[in-house]
């Protein structure tokens, strides 16, 4: 925080320069190029820090707390803003690299250090606009994200390019087959799954009147927001951002190519969690916490909200002041049942007093439910056998099905594919189900066992249009699933909304096949333009396609169907858009 690391504010003078960076490198010749040898060498100097804090008594207060990492001091490092630990391996955000760590010798410090990939934070842009947001999904994956100060990655023979705008991106444990999963964001600081695998951030505003935006992140989305608008002071502040109203929850004539904001929420969202069901009353079931830093005590606290499902997507409810007059920067979960809270104390600027607290509810934290997740955390589920870990897939708790999940998708297929898929055809628990159906996915992404794909098929006619779309979303994210083709295609004329956006950004995944294109353009025809993810999904599947075939229905009497041909040549970045410039 202004040590080692800087802001544009502070450096108009090369905001020309620093919009027209391009590498990592690029912005290090930039300091380079306008600070003095004493100021750049400045930068090399400061440390960005990993500390373990430690309650090493039991007595519910820390008492210790030692440098588990350091040395992350070159020039182009930092700010260090995310850190996620799981399985004795620990996940670090602090760009422009994505690190894993590890104490293999126990003395408390990494002793293995491995950048997974580089080449997060090609602009300087805004202080705190970095990498972070680690958290593994539903389907096994570390997801992550990053402000608007753009990527440019070299991984696996791949060239990840989003030089201008903020990302939510995903890769396996190990950092292979890391992809961009959304885009458009302006500094989405932390993501949340709830209990359906849905994928949630609330994105801050740009200090130009708009607000802060509650977003469902779907895969291939795009938000809008691009770096340069924060410089844009005429004609209108901001650009198309605010002219546009890009920020703007749904409303008739807004711009087709990106995804609203579901709500406006909050003036400082930073840390951002999902309360995973067990430590406080009944009420927050299926609720989000969500930190509001407004920079004074007086008007910052937490929030938390639920949301509803609204289509294709979701629409929020019960938002409410949950803790206030706490400047929080950040908020999460313990395994033992409490919600933690890192507190600011006051300001913008470094005080050296951040400080962490504890809240939780006495009576529901002496319920046994609490004390059991705990043992079950502790203990860890490698000892476990089979039979217990489908058990535990139907937890109340999360975090202990996910763990439970990912132990079980480990194991040798001809266990784990058997047991999955028991649970998964089983409606006594839908959660479970759903666990189920996402663990034979982390299998079959690394192999292709037939009975697994087989039971994620037969799942697309389930009378359940949850355990319906998820399986159509899980057979849309592994390799080999065209024999899945005809299925997803029945799920596009699917009576829920849900099994036909899942099915239709299924097939937009695929190889290309014509015979999609009528389905598509009648789910499109159906929607009328009304919802905008079925849109999406839609216009997704369509990308897929060959541009002479999309060209074909480019006259169709529908509006809708034309606004989905327009939009999927758009992603293609096709010169014949142009023909719609005399659409009537």
């Known amino acids: 925080h202004h040590a080692g690391v800087t802001d544009t504010r502070g450096h108009m003078y090369w905001l020309d320069d620093d919009l027209a960076c391009r590498t990592v490198a690029d912005r290090v010749a930039m300091y380079k190029k306008h600070f003095s040898p004493e100021v750049f060498d400045s930068y090399g100097l400061e440390h960005d820090r990993v500390r373990m804090i430690v309650d090493s008594d039991g007595d519910g207060r820390a008492d210790k707390a030692t440098v588990f990492a350091d040395g992350f001091n070159d020039r182009a490092v930092g700010i260090g803003a995310g850190v996620l630990a ?62 608007d100060r753009g990527i440019n990655i070299q991984t696996e023979g791949r060239h990840l390019f989003y030089p201008d705008t903020g990302t939510v991106l995903r890769c396996e444990p190990d950092g292979s087959n890391l992809e961009v999963f959304a885009s458009g964001l302006r500094n989405p600081q ?79 969202p930073s840390g951002l969690t999902y309360y995973p069901g067990t430590g406080l009353p009944q009420r927050y079931n299926g609720h989000f916490f969500l930190s509001d830093f407004r920079g004074s005590t007086a008007i910052s606290g937490v929030r938390s909200f639920a949301v509803e499902q609204d289509g294709a997507s979701y629409k929020i409810a019960d938002e409410h002041k949950f803790l206030w007059q706490l400047l929080t920067s950040d908020v999460e979960f313990g395994d033992d049942g409490n919600l933690y809270l890192l507190n ?26 609490v004390a059991e997740v705990l043992a079950l955390t502790r203990a860890g589920m490698s000892s476990r056998p089979n039979e217990e870990l489908q058990t535990l897939l139907g937890h109340p708790n999360q975090r202990i099905r996910q763990a439970a999940q990912f132990e ?119 929607n009328n333009n009304q919802d905008r993810y079925l849109r999406h999904a839609g216009v997704v599947g369509l990308a897929a396609l060959e541009e002479a075939e999309l060209l074909k229905h480019a006259d169709d009497n529908s509006a809708a169907v034309r606004m989905g041909i327009l939009l999927a040549l758009r992603r293609l970045e096709s010169p014949a858009i142009v023909r719609f410039l005399n659409d009537a």
């Open 408 to 526: 079980l998708a480990a194991r040798p297929a001809a266990e784990a594919v058997p047991a999955f898929s028991t649970v998964a055809q089983n409606p006594a628990n839908r959660l479970a189900r759903l666990h189920a159906i996402w663990g034979l996915g982390q299998i079959l992404r690394v192999k292709h066992p037939q009975p697994a794909f087989a039971t994620l098929v037969a799942l697309l006619s389930d009378n359940d249009a949850e355990v319906r779309a998820q399986a159509a979303k899980t057979i849309g994210d592994i390799k080999d699933n065209t024999a899945a083709r005809s299925a997803l295609i029945t799920l596009l004329s699917d009576t829920a909304p849900r099994p036909r956006f899942f099915a239709a950004l299924a097939l937009g995944k695929m190889s290309g096949d014509n015979k999609t294109i009528q389905p598509l353009l009648e789910m499109l025809r159906a």
């Open 344 to 369: 600011w104390v006051n300001g913008w600027e470094k005080t050296g007093k951040g400080r962490i607290y504890k809240v939780f509810d006495p009576k529901t934290r002496a319920e046994p439910i």
């Open 86 to 147: 799981r399985d004795g391996k620990l996940w670090y955000a602090c760009l422009p690299d994505l690190w894993q760590l590890e104490d293999t010798d126990g003395d408390g410090r990494a002793d293995v250090r491995e950048s997974l990939h580089t080449g997060y934070g090609i602009h300087v842009g805004f202080l705190g606009h970095d990498l972070h947001g680690l958290r593994f999904g539903p389907d096994g994956r570390l997801y992550f994200s990053i402000g």
């Open 190 to 268: 932390e993501l949340a799954f709830d209990d359906y695998g849905n994928l949630f951030t609330v994105d801050n505003n740009s200090d130009s009147g708009d607000k802060a935006r509650l977003v469902y992140i779907v895969e291939g989305g795009d938000s809008g927001w691009r770096i340069g608008f924060q410089f844009i002071t005429s004609p209108t502040s901001r650009g198309p951002w605010n002219a546009e109203k890009l920020w703007h929850p749904k409303f008739d004539g807004q711009a087709a190519y990106h995804l609203p904001p579901l709500v406006n929420l909050a003036d400082g």
